[in-house]
């Protein structure tokens, strides 16, 4: 088990540009979510995946956010046109079907926009 | 909208001090409930949860919670910090859909 693996950890990107995150889940874990933390927040909720389907999209998601799984392995976030209110930590997590909730998270992918 | 409540945003504590971080929740229906911790540089991490049966759960290192259903309530505590138990503490509710929802966190400070 070797956890939850996003990438990059850390992007600098300036105003207007696009912007990839990855995110590796637990491999056994078919269920994986994208969340985003601000600064003296609790994770936000983004969007949910049940294997390669997005299952839930929340309304912080505007149409400049896309998030894909493709396989049903990894997960990509991407933002386009990005502004500075984005600047943020997006989080990943997994879990599996069997479990009762628990969510296995990533160390994060910390974006700022200039 | 349902939504996680966590009364203190920054606790300072000196070590041998008991701990009880407030957390509250609105939803009337069946909820699962847990509490993550965040250490300095580390990714958050479950620290306890609640699903059904005795209300009183037992977490890692000592953390206990208690589910007080007419208060929507499950408040986390421990009866002796210690300087390790530095770190940011989450509430979060999961109801019936996929998605778990957090309060803002608490920042506790143990000081040596």
């Known amino acids: 088990d070797t956890g939850v693996s996003q990438n990059p950890r850390h992007k600098i990107t300036k105003r207007g540009q696009n912007v990839t995150f990855r995110c590796d889940p637990i491999s056994e874990h078919n269920r994986l979510y994208w969340y985003r933390q601000t600064l003296g927040q609790g994770p936000e909720f983004l969007t949910y995946f049940q294997n390669e389907a997005q299952l839930e999209k929340s309304r912080l998601l505007s149409d400049r956010f896309s998030a894909e799984r493709p396989k049903g392995s990894f997960s990509t976030l991407e933002i386009q046109r990005t502004e500075q209110g984005d600047s943020a930590m997006y989080l990943c997590a997994s879990s599996h079907r069997e479990n009762t909730g628990e969510l296995f998270f990533g160390e994060g992918s910390r974006l700022t926009v200039l | 909208a349902q939504s996680v409540s966590q009364h203190n945003h920054h606790v300072i504590l000196s070590e041998a001090a008991s701990l009880e971080l407030g957390c509250n929740y609105s939803y009337g229906g069946t909820v699962n409930l847990f509490w993550y911790v965040q250490y300095p540089g580390q990714h958050l991490q479950l620290l306890l949860k609640?699903?059904?049966?005795?209300?009183l759960v037992k977490g890692i290192k000592g953390f206990e919670a208690e589910f007080i259903k007419s208060k929507f309530s499950f408040n986390l505590r421990k009866p002796s910090v210690q300087w390790s138990d530095t770190a940011e503490y989450f509430c979060?509710?999961?109801?019936?859909?996929?998605?778990?929802?957090f309060g803002a966190g608490t920042r506790l400070f143990v000081k040596a």
């Open positions: 979060a509710v999961k109801t019936g859909g996929f998605k778990t929802i």
């Open positions: 609640y699903f059904s049966g005795d209300p």
